[in-house]
DNA sequence: CGCCTCTTGTCAAGGTGTTGTACAGATACT
DNA sequence: AGTATCTGTACAACACCTTGACAAGAGGCG
């Protein structure tokens, strides 16, 4: 996932939320990026530089100094590091089911220092993405596995769940700034399994947009009504089981003609019949932000 | 496992609850932190010298003399601490009626960027016990008045607790960390507010316990198992409404021959018959971990 | 008791470091 | 042509630095 179309600074501008000036400013005091330059000499980023920044920003907004954040954010991407000192020790690699692992051993035994630790330490390395895609709904995936065999008791996934649920809402500061286009993210009536949906709302607003977010078990009802005050560019439901979603396909079928509205989750993938005019996202929560994403700027 | 995140000393002092000339004034008198130097001359401190500072504010709050406290923490490097901020921080007034009516204000609207701004401000200024007792639980209590009142759609409740939920979260990160007693937070089965339940962590926790917590809609069974793992020195289990906790009267008063045990919340205070052997907390989450707290060391 | 000293948290003044933003004039791209 | 970007410089707001001092409390001592 390296070079695929070199944004200028601009547009890099426009995807991480920092503005030119400052950018140029950052890469000339701290050698954060080092874009290479078209013949007429303007800055050309990769998606990694895109990457880069994002990074640093949340390193800043955890209240770290800028070129402390700098520093930090540098080191995540071993592809151009300007100054490398060849006898450093630390800078782990990241590597993501050492991590999966790590988090799983941790919260089995409600050890959350521990995982805490493991998810400090991927913040600092990984980019949102990564972590989201290649950490977060792996480790999802495998709880939910070993619940299903049995491996797991109630108290210890759902020490799990609120230390994860945790972070991620930590990591979702913020949400609701800025310009770009609303969505609107909830489960239906009874279900409870919102992990999903914040990852979800977390790699949709890495892609500029705005989220709000009604979580678990919310009434029709309510969801119109928020609809209505908010008037969002996109409706997501997302369920983990079928049941939640189906006795819901009238309603669903009359809001998909007001608002564009899509389903998520296991549950949405497992329905009988998809109501009409409704948007289904049965992949990983990050492929599907994207896509959407995508769908959204064309349409 | 020990990032280093280099901290500046204001950083630092928001998160250690020690004001920065303070900082300056221990490590010129007891030499109690060596931080680095940045190249311009700025103090740069790791994520030790915070553990460091949080130890010898115990120290402090225990009693101990300024210089007493300081050679123990100089001695100890590892583990440690809750945090016990002395003192203000910062020279903003603090006016938590306006800060809980911002805090309403905000959340009915949607308006998550404004919440947030409004939690940011609250948390330079207040100490954690202030910001929980005197806005975040009169603004619980407001939110369920005007729930019952029907002024409160099901769409802002949600939203406003997620995004609480969110913060106080994030603010209980590590509450799992150290060396005080254990314990184990949950809901029974069937309830789900748990914002109270963990708001009397985030103070239990800053009396110096170890938190343990698995949230809302925690079988018995399971919780009696994970009490069997960790060994706690108090159990809690926390309801909003009555009925989630008499169907477990038997269970509980059975649970009490084998651990510490105490009910909390609005349903706790309503049962007709309290079990026996049974701790009731009916009073606001801070001033009953206050109590909690004492009855431990005493008990 | 009054007086003194030590401890400890806080504050102020005057200077430096850091960082986001702005502007001007020139050049590149479409 | 018109927009986007380049380089270089400047600046204001804020955070931080050092030095020095001060006040409230604890405790010793005549």
Redesign the interface.
Known sequence: MSEDAPLRIGELSRRAGVSPELLRAWERRYDLLQPTRSPGGLRLYSLDDLERVRLMSR?IAE???A??AA??ARRASPSAEPTTPPGRV?TTPFDPELARAELVRTTEA????GA??VL??LL?VATLDALLSQVVVPYLHELGERWERGEL????E??A???L???L??L??????GEGPRAIL?CPPGE?HDLGLIVFGLALRNRGWR?????????T???V??AR??QPALLVISAAAQEHLAPLQSRLEELARTHRLAIAGAGASSLDSTPAGVLVLTGDPVTEAQRVSGLARTG
């Open positions: 390193h209240g770290l100094a070129r402390e520093a930090l630390s409600f050890d959350e220092p805490q630790a400090d330490e600092a008791s109630v108290a210890q759902h020490f769940s609120n230390l649920r945790g972070r809402l930590g979702a500061r913020g949400w609701g700034n909830a409870r989220i709000d977010f009604l979580g678990s078990d919310t009434p009802a309510s969801l009504e928020a005050a908010i």
